[in-house]
Structures are given as structure tokens and as C-alpha cells.
């Protein structure tokens, strides 16, 4: 009796040790826009943004679309408004919000839609802190510490706001067919003794004003979605010890890279081992990693089939190449 909590201890270590050297692959996707009616606008007219001092916005905006790509091609066409007379500049753009003429103004500049909007939040926040901190209070003879307490240390924590509202609306008849808000921060921390300054104001806003727009951008352009994916090594059909161990050298190419010789050595084993569950879902994630979507919702399949209770990774996997197969359709569209 008292060799019973030890055991279950051993088999708790055990249990966080494997969970702690799960492998993955990592598989990625690209999803379709969810602003889907503005990624039927490619050609794109951006007016100077209300509240945009020095068109700081206006011209980071211009840039970030501009190196939108997808599938190796640049996605959004920007069209040089301002050069060509057709907007003007003293009107400011509030005044063109419900204008009619706001379609009038796109189809003259050749852009399928015109890029608007407003800066609602641009400013910098110092608030002073406090933090304790293991600091030396006793030196001895060699200069060194011989003696530490913790102590009060003032700080300042240093937020960059950024926040904008933009929005899209098609030439064709001026109707604005996207708007939402985008806010984003960044913060810096520097406490007395740390031997540096607090990151520059507008260095924050810099990066505030980046991660809004970023997010912006995948509201209106379809996008690259990365996910780690696990790999069940190990499954209770009875596996051999040999082919545990070449499933094992399998995971070490795949994680390495070598996915082709991965998939090569799981299918050898999985010959061997029709009844394993661990063995379609490995050549499931293989077919996946290749885009071969619809075969790997029929390994995942037998995956399940395989089990006598439900295992969250084939579960989740069946989810997520459900959801890929759902976008294909949405994703032809805005990629056409």
C-alpha cells in the first residue's frame, strides 16, 4: 500500500513528460475574407481619413494594400486619386461620407470602390507605477553584493493608441458596403534601474497604428491561417514495438521537414496495422499538409471509426478540413 502514491506519481510525471514532447506539423491554409463583398473590389481609391495628421494613415494604409498578396500576386490595385484631380482636397472627407457624389468620384479615378474614413484615437499615456524588486542593499569589500531586499522601484508604463474606422464603398453606386472600428495598442515598461529609456511615443503609435491595420486587412483580403497540428504516435490496436518505433522515426522526418519520407514510412506500418487508429489520422494529416482536403477527411474518418471513444485530435482535425472544404467555394470567388 504506502508504493501506490508513489506509483501514481510516476505515472502523473509520465503523463506531463509525454504531454510536454507532443510533435507537431504545421499546416497552413489560406482563408477567405470575411469582408467578402469588398474583396470583390480590387481596384481601390483611398481618400485622405478624416483626423489623419500629416495623412500619416492615408499613406499606411496605401502601403499595406499594396503588398497585399495571394497566391504570389498582388491582390488590391491602388489608384492614384489624388493625381488625378478627381477629389478635392479642401472639401475634406467628412463632407463626402453620405455624398452621393462619392460613386461619381470612383468611377472617374477607374478604382471599383474608394477607401475612406476617420481616425478616432491617436495619443500617448504615461502612468507611473510601482513594482517590487530584489535590489542589493550590502556591498562587500570587492565591490560585490552581499546583501539583497526587496524593495519599491517607480516605473513607467508608456501606451501608444491607435484606432480608425474605415470604410468601402463601391463606385458603382456609392453605397458604403463595409465600416468597423479597429483598435490596437502598445506598451512599454521601463523601471528605475533598468538602464534604458521608455520606448519613444511615437515609435508606439507606429506599432499600434500597424497591428490595426493588419487586423483591418484581414477583414477585406483572404489570408494565410497556420496551425500546429499534433501527431498521435501511439494508438491501443496492439502496435509492435518495431513499428512503434518507425512511427516514432516518421514524426522525427516530418518535424524535420521531411514530410514525403514521414508519409512514406506511416504508410509501410499502417499495412501492417489495420485496425490502428494513430495510423490514418498521421496519413490523414499527410494528405492535408498536401491540400488534398477531401482525402483526408476520408482518413480522418477511419481514424474515428477506429476508436471506441472520441480522441480530440481526430475530432478537431475532421472540424478544421470541414471548414476548409466550406471556404473553397468563397475562396474562388475572391480569388478570381
Not at 170 to 193: M, P
Not at 272 to 287: E, H, K, Q, W
Request: proline share 5%; hydrophobic share 35%; glycine share 6%.
Amino acid at each position: 500500500m504506502p508504493q501506490r502514491p508513489l506509483r501514481l506519481i510516476a505515472l502523473a510525471w509520465a503523463c506531463l513528460a509525454a504531454l510536454g514532447c507532443a510533435r507537431t506539423v504545421t499546416i497552413e491554409n489560406l482563408e477567405p475574407a470575411p469582408a467578402h463583398e469588398v474583396t470583390q473590389l480590387r481596384r481601390l481609391a483611398v481618400l485622405p481619413f478624416h483626423n489623419d495628421h500629416r495623412n500619416v494613415t492615408t499613406a499606411a494604409l496605401e502601403h499595406a494594400l499594396t503588398s497585399v498578396q495571394v497566391q504570389g500576386r498582388p491582390y488590391f490595385t491602388i489608384v492614384d486619386y489624388s493625381a488625378k484631380g478627381y477629389f478635392p482636397e479642401s472639401q475634406g472627407v467628412e463632407l463626402v461620407f453620405n455624398d452621393s457624389s462619392l460613386g461619381a468620384y470612383g468611377r472617374k479615378a477607374g478604382a471599383d470602390g474608394v477607401l475612406l474614413g476617420t481616425v478616432t484615437r491617436n495619443d500617448l499615456r504615461d502612468v507611473p507605477t510601482e513594482e517590487k524588486r530584489s535590489v542589493c542593499v550590502s556591498w562587500n569589500e570587492n565591490g560585490g553584493c552581499s546583501k539583497y531586499a526587496t524593495r519599491p522601484v517607480r516605473c513607467l508604463r508608456r501606451t501608444g493608441t491607435f484606432a480608425f474606422i474605415p470604410k468601402v464603398a463601391e463606385s458603382r453606386g456609392g453605397k458604403v458596403i463595409y465600416s468597423e472600428e479597429f483598435a490596437e495598442t502598445a506598451e512599454s515598461r521601463v523601471c528605475r534601474g533598468d538602464g534604458e529609456a521608455p520606448a519613444a511615443g511615437e515609435d508606439l503609435i507606429t506599432r499600434a497604428r500597424g497591428k490595426a491595420i493588419a487586423r483591418f486587412l484581414r477583414q477585406v483580403a483572404p489570408h494565410p491561417v497556420r496551425e500546429d497540428v499534433p501527431l498521435l504516435l501511439d494508438d491501443n490496436s496492439g502496435l509492435t514495438s518495431a513499428d512503434k518505433k518507425a512511427i516514432d522515426a516518421g514524426a522525427d522526418q516530418a518535424t524535420s521537414g521531411r514530410m514525403s519520407s514521414a508519409c512514406d514510412t506511416w504508410a509501410e506500418v499502417a499495412a501492417r496495422n489495420p485496425r490502428s487508429y494513430a495510423l490514418p489520422y498521421l496519413l490523414g494529416v499527410c494528405d492535408e499538409h498536401a491540400g488534398r482536403l477531401e482525402q483526408a477527411l476520408i482518413r480522418y474518418q477511419e481514424a474515428d471509426r477506429h476508436c471506441a471513444k472520441p480522441v480530440e485530435e481526430i475530432d478537431q482535425a475532421q472540424i478544421r478540413v470541414r471548414k476548409a472544404l466550406a471556404d473553397r467555394e468563397r475562396l474562388r470567388q475572391q480569388t478570381r
